[in-house]
T-cell receptor
């Protein structure tokens, strides 16, 4: 099973709203990722969690707040977003078990976010 | 810095024919991994195939094969017997060692493939 589950699939929010995106995997992967993808562009890395600790923050604005409650769950809390934050948000996970391992990154189906 | 280049923004192929999507990469790290993903219009990124830098043979997964030329730093994806369902965006990606135990994946700009009936 290589499934990464993201909820919700679609989200519309106002600029003053607070919402959360959720990601779950049960593959025993130790690394989890958030990406932002605009139309016709490659995914842009936002955050990486490794063993439930934040390893990488790609200078993401503080209106995006990640959280990793346990090794299977990853949340992205959204507050006071701007219309330009409208995008597809993808979650991914990988094993992170050594440099010579495949460490294949598996993705969820994404959340399409619209900020009005 | 590591870099992935996909020079074909769009490609057309006739159904049942083979097609090659180009990918070149640049890295000074002797240990790296190369990946191809398919992204249909639905948005999900689907893993297709993996090639490790130390793998002696080219990777194959069903109708997908990876033409790995290490000296030329290229990792082209070959899709045989194209199907209408292969129409999608295809991304080449490389795993980069960020720190010990943490990896980043960098993506090319993608190639949009359209399969014609």
């Amino acid at each position: 099973d290589t499934e990464v589950t993201q909820t919700p699939k679609h989200l519309v929010m106002g600029m003053t709203n607070k919402k959360s995106l959720k990601c779950e995997q049960h593959m025993g992967h130790r690394a989890m990722y958030w990406y932002k993808q605009k139309a016709k562009k490659p995914p842009e890395l936002m955050f990486v969690y490794s063993y439930e600790k934040l390893s990488i923050n790609e200078s993401v604005p503080s209106r995006f707040s990640p959280e990793c409650p346990n090794s299977s769950l990853l949340n992205l809390h959204l507050h006071a977003l701007q219309p330009e934050d409208s995008a597809l948000y993808l979650c991914a996970s990988s094993q992170d078990s050594g440099a010579v391992a495949k460490n294949i990154q598996y993705f969820g189906a994404g959340t399409r976010l619209s900020v009005l | 810095a590591q870099k992935i280049t996909q020079t074909q923004p769009g490609m057309f192929v006739q159904e049942k024919e083979a097609v090659t999507l180009d990918c070149t990469y640049d890295t000074s790290d002797p240990s790296y991994g190369l990946f191809w993903y398919k992204q249909p219009s639905s948005g999900e990124m689907i893993f297709l195939i993996y090639q490790g830098s130390y793998d002696q043979q080219n990777a194959t997964e069903g109708r997908y094969s990876l033409n790995f030329q290490k000296a030329r730093k290229s990792a082209n994806l070959v899709i045989s017997a194209s199907q209408l369902g292969d129409s999608a965006m295809y991304f080449c990606a490389m795993r980069e060692d960020y720190t010990s135990g943490t990896y980043k994946y960098i993506f090319g700009t993608g190639t949009r493939l359209k399969v014609l009936a």
